[in-house]
């Protein structure tokens, strides 16, 4: 059961980073290690020395080929993992490293939505904490110093967030020219 939760998890995760959210272009599981390639995905993806080597290599995999535009399509086929000794990784620190790898790509391909847009959140929560803190200033005459500095670690990691993602968009935008 916690396999398949799993593999959710990460079929989604992978399939909104590709932008593949309508039923037609969703791939049902990202993980299935049997596949087929033409020659030509063969030789592209031997080239591209970005794909991993580990476990994280499917997903590698996948980037790759809608960077390219390959087709992709799904044959349906069954799947037990009640076999003793099929896997030598522990399902959750695989699914762990594979969450990782997503959520590095997201942050490298999409820095503004990746840490822009929560970065954006965190300096609005800042705000909202010290307007809080303020009225309680006002309504008490004490200072809420646990409010105060919550406000300004919300505000501040949000504007170094922030930062961070336009830095990353411009070097990625001058990588691309």
Same mark, same amino acid.
């Given at each position: 059961m916690y396999r398949r939760f799993g593999i959710g998890v990460i079929n989604s995760l992978l399939n909104v980073s590709l932008g593949t959210v309508t039923a037609s272009q969703r791939i049902s599981d990202t993980q299935s290690g049997f596949r087929a390639y033409s020659t030509?995905?063969?030789?592209?993806?031997?080239?591209?020395?970005s794909i991993g080597t580990g476990m994280d290599a499917s997903t590698d995999i996948l980037y790759h080929a809608f960077d390219r535009d390959?087709?992709?399509?799904? !044959? &349906? =086929?069954t799947v037990?993992?009640?076999?003793?000794?099929?896997?030598?990784y522990h399902p959750v620190r695989h699914g762990l490293s594979l969450v990782h790898s997503i959520l590095t790509t997201v942050e490298r391909r999409h820095p503004i939505l990746a840490l822009g847009v929560p970065g954006a959140a965190s300096?609005?929560?800042g705000v909202?904490?010290?307007?809080?803190?303020?009225?309680?200033?006002?309504?008490?005459?004490?200072?809420?110093?646990?409010?105060?500095l919550l406000s300004v670690l919300l505000f501040? !990691? &949000? =504007?170094?967030?922030?930062f961070t993602a336009i830095v990353l968009h411009a070097l990625q935008n001058q990588k691309s020219t």
């Open positions: 030509a995905a063969v030789d592209s993806l031997a080239a591209d020395e390959y087709e992709i399509r799904e !044959v &349906g =086929t037990y993992h009640d076999v003793e000794d099929s896997n030598s300096i609005l929560a909202g904490v010290a307007f809080w803190a303020l009225e309680r200033y006002l309504a008490w005459g004490t200072l809420p110093v646990g409010l105060s501040l !990691v &949000g =504007t170094f967030s922030c």
